[in-house]
């Protein structure tokens, strides 16, 4: 039994995941309709509204778990994919969310049962006998009919029930990734990875696994067709073999997924293991020359049969834009009024512990190019202070006694929300370098100064923010390219959760 359920994780968690959001559906429109009737019977100044009762809603309630359902499957969120943060997932039960309040209501007019005056039943013999469109309508309804009195399906209610689904829904994806996350930590449902190549792109690869074994993702070693390096050790994994021995490895290591990180591999060596993997059932992923050039700052365009990579229009987004703006300045001044008692503590206690300013204030690399100074509680002794790299260690010497906890806590950053006030940088973005660390940026790592640098962002509430800024770019671009005020608010959602996780250094 454990080992059909090893075999078969993916598929039985997911079907698991239909039941729990059928139920969590089902359950939101039992809760909806209480509220409302709560919300009509407890208006001041108003007699006691009496609703239908509860069965009169049976149908409308399946109607719409159905429909949801039927949105979340059309959504992929029952397409097993691996992803770091789940964003994607959340943002895919927002739209599938939205669409069911859009179907339902629709088909709540078109399905309910239509009045039976004279008039009316005329209408409709004629129009069942002379338009194909409502004779299919009428006999739609002959089997699915719901209450002919449209009131009572309030607008109030629909809406109290879609935001208790989609909040429920995120919060319950939430749990489900987490449950799965720990299942895979502790081996249940991994698949066995290999990586093609040993170059550069093939470590980073590696190191991607390693960093996040909640993908369900275990890692086997490198293979690599020169048998030169077969048997060697790379970051502790060994060169199992090549392509030749490829059915011999799959068996030995029980090797599912195969993922190609060899840029300089010639195409027809590229095709030939392709296929290769094909004959042998093994599941592959090609990790494509130049892979940050395939962001969506870039559009793919056919001459026949060729596809042509094209630069696309940047977009203007002055909404967005606006809506940012507007976060930033809420979200900056209500942490600085609730914080400011805090703060001054916090001031006091660092000027008690050691000689020098209360704010450390250093240069840092923003929107553009643009200099500014990033302000911070200081956490160092002055005269180790500097333009050096980031303590990686709580026993840095450099760290005063105060400061560990500052930066353990993370309350070391409070000052920053005075530089979002300045417009200098805003909640959610790339965190900014400093200047010596900027002037060695290839041409892909400046594309991280085309966005306000963050307080938070994606690589700050990841496990991957334990190694340097600068080299985890992909988070920065993902970021970049995908820019949106419901991006935004997930981040400072699970940054304010991980508020809760002391870390060593930041």
């Not at 239909?18 to 208006?43: H, K």
Request: aromatic residues 12%; hydrophobic residues 45%.
């Amino acid at each position: 039994m454990k080992k059909w359920l090893r075999k078969h994780f993916d598929t039985c968690f997911i079907v698991a995941q239909v039941w729990v959001d059928g139920f969590v559906t089902l359950a939101c429109c039992f809760l909806g309709f209480w509220i409302f009737r709560e919300i009509l019977n407890s208006t001041p100044g108003n007699q006691p509204i009496h609703l239908p009762p509860l069965r009169q809603y049976s149908q409308l309630m399946v109607l719409i778990t159905g429909v949801t359902l039927c949105c979340f499957w059309g959504a992929g969120l029952y397409r097993w994919k691996k992803s770091i943060l789940n964003v994607e997932e959340y943002r895919a039960a927002f739209k599938a969310t939205l669409l069911s309040f859009l179907i339902t209501n629709t088909l709540v007019f078109l399905l309910r049962e239509p009045a039976k005056d004279s008039t009316d039943e005329l209408q409709t013999e004629y129009l069942a006998e002379h338009n194909p469109i409502y004779r299919a309508i009428d006999q739609v309804h002959q089997y699915i009919s719901l209450h002919p009195n449209v009131d009572f399906y309030s607008r109030v209610m629909f809406v109290i029930i879609f935001l208790l689904i989609f909040f429920a829904t995120f919060m319950q994806r939430a749990i489900s990734f987490l449950i799965s996350s720990s299942l895979h930590e502790r081996g249940l449902g991994n698949t066995n990875v290999a990586v093609f190549g040993t170059g550069p792109m093939a470590q980073r690869v590696q190191q991607k696994l390693r960093l996040f074994p909640t993908l369900g993702f275990n890692f086997v070693g490198f293979l690599d067709d020169d048998e030169r390096r077969h048997g060697e050790s790379i970051r502790g994994f060994r060169v199992l073999g090549g392509r030749q021995q490829l059915d011999e490895l799959r068996q030995r290591y029980g090797i599912r997924r195969l993922l190609i990180a060899k840029p300089d591999l010639p195409e027809d060596d590229l095709v030939e293991l392709c296929a290769r993997c094909d004959n042998y059932s093994i599941q592959y992923q090609v990790v494509p020359r130049l892979y940050h050039f395939f962001s969506k700052r870039f559009t793919v365009d056919n001459l026949d049969s060729i596809p042509l990579i094209t630069l696309a229009d940047k977009v203007n987004q002055p909404l967005y834009r606006l809506a940012k703006g507007i976060l930033d300045f809420m979200v900056a001044t209500f942490v600085l009024t609730v914080a400011f008692v805090p703060m001054v503590i916090i001031a006091f206690l660092i000027k008690q512990g050691s000689k020098g300013p209360v704010l450390f204030s250093q240069i840092r690399v923003g929107q553009g190019g643009r200099t500014f100074r990033i302000l911070k509680f200081r956490t160092m002794y002055v005269e180790m202070c500097g333009d050096d790299i980031t303590p990686q260690s709580k026993d840095d010497p450099r760290i005063t006694k105060i400061g560990r906890f500052l930066r353990a806590t993370s309350l070391d950053e409070l000052p920053q929300f005075i530089n979002v006030l300045r417009g200098e940088m805003s909640m959610v973005g790339p965190r900014p370098e400093m200047p010596f660390i900027v002037a060695k940026y290839t041409p892909t790592e400046n594309l991280r100064l085309d966005a306000k640098p963050g307080i938070t962002g994606l690589w700050q509430i990841s496990e991957a923010r334990k190694a340097p800024i600068h080299e985890n770019l992909d988070y920065d671009l993902y970021y970049i390219e995908n820019q949106s005020i419901f991006l935004d608010i997930v981040i400072l959602a699970m940054t304010f959760l991980s508020v809760f996780r002391v870390r060593g250094t930041s």
